[in-house]
């Protein structure tokens, strides 16, 4: 029995009084309209400093390192320095690049070349650290400069030759000592302005669009999206890796730990200075072993693909599965984009 003022309400005859239906209707009319008044919750959804966020590359830099000239002696006893340069992009989280080590020399030359992906023209600039090489303990900083790429015209190599600071601070005095100079050949090559030509068809398929027939021989950037493998398997363990081998430069994914169908989706670059029309691209899939399994068994290859390029450098994106050779079952999902300069 269900007790209401002025009203009763009976189970299971579930009899009821006007006035106790009258009742409820009116109890329930302020339960809702009380719900209804009540302020709505938000909730705060951070949002992403522009500042932070990855940027689009927009060209290549081409640096040659030629050479430097009247360092310091910073050898034992007064010898002369085994000197070498590290150079490096401003704002970027990749390692730092370095010529070959130049022994007992104050006047080195390097002659070498390398390449850097830019993404922040006005902002970035390209950090160049000189050092000597120690036998024993920490290398020691003989100097320092950097080349703003703000001040770089477009295809136009500029050869400039900066005196070596100790800091970059316009107010340090301990930049009047000498310490030497280094001597640098720069290329900005920027990219095409391209728009997104990138279609989803009818069917859920992605259309390729081929690059324009009036497309530059020029230089560009390769990027490397290696998403996923299915069907890999080690004869001691699985614990699959990718590394990608192209033009000598080698680059690794993360390892996945007993999987025998890892997801990746890492991303690589590499900056080329013409289109690697007659190139091919080498990855290969391994499974680094445990700490314990390390003792008895290394690193295994589980399969490999050579991809020629040709296709990615007309189409201007592929993106496809691979048979892996020398696996029974595996296959491996690759990315590639080109992009011009």
Not at 3 to 25: E, W
Not at 29 to 38: F, R, T
Not at 168 to 173: G, K, R, V
Not at 247 to 272: H, I, L, Q, S, Y
Request: proline share 5%; charged share 30%; aromatic share 6%.
């Amino acid at each position: 029995m269900l007790h209401l003022p002025n009203c009763s309400v009976s189970f299971p005859s579930l009899k009821m009084s006007r006035y106790c239906f009258a009742y409820l209707q009116e109890t329930i009319k302020k339960e809702v309209a009380s719900m209804c008044l009540l302020r709505p919750k938000t909730q705060q959804v951070p949002t992403m400093d522009p500042s932070k966020a990855s940027k689009r590359p927009v060209g290549i830099l081409l640096v040659k390192v030629s050479g430097a000239q009247n360092l310091e002696k910073k050898g034992l006893l007064g010898s002369k320095s085994d000197p070498y340069v590290k150079l490096k992009m401003s704002g970027d989280r990749l390692p730092s690049k370095k010529t070959t080590v130049k022994r007992s020399n104050l006047n080195p030359e390097w002659n070498e070349e390398f390449k850097f992906v830019v993404t922040d023209l006005e902002n970035q600039s390209l950090v160049v650290d000189v050092f000597d090489r120690a036998q024993v303990g920490k290398h020691e900083k003989m100097g320092m400069n950097r080349v703003l790429l703000s001040e770089l015209a477009p295809d136009e190599t500029k050869v400039m030759t900066l005196n070596l600071l100790k800091t970059m601070d316009s107010n340090d005095i301990q930049n009047e000592k000498s310490r030497g100079q280094i001597t640098l050949e720069v290329t900005y090559k920027p990219f095409k302005e391209e728009e997104d030509t990138e279609e989803e068809s009818m069917d859920g398929t992605d259309e390729v669009q081929k690059a324009p027939d009036n497309t530059p021989a020029a230089g560009g950037l390769l990027f490397v999206i290696l998403h996923e493998a299915q069907d890999v398997e080690g004869k001691h363990h699985t614990n699959p890796y990718a590394e990608i081998i192209f033009k000598g430069e080698e680059k690794k994914t993360k390892v996945v730990k007993k999987n025998r169908d890892p997801r990746w989706e890492d991303e690589f670059e590499f900056a080329c200075k013409e289109p690697p029309t007659n190139d091919k691209l080498h990855v290969q899939v391994l499974s680094k072993a445990g700490k314990i399994g390390g003792m008895l068994h290394g690193k295994e290859t589980l399969g490999y693909i050579d991809i020629t390029l040709a296709d990615v450098i007309s189409n201007r994106r592929i993106n496809e599965k691979y048979r892996l050779i020398d696996s029974k079952y595996g296959q491996i999902q690759i990315e590639l984009q080109w992009r011009t300069s």
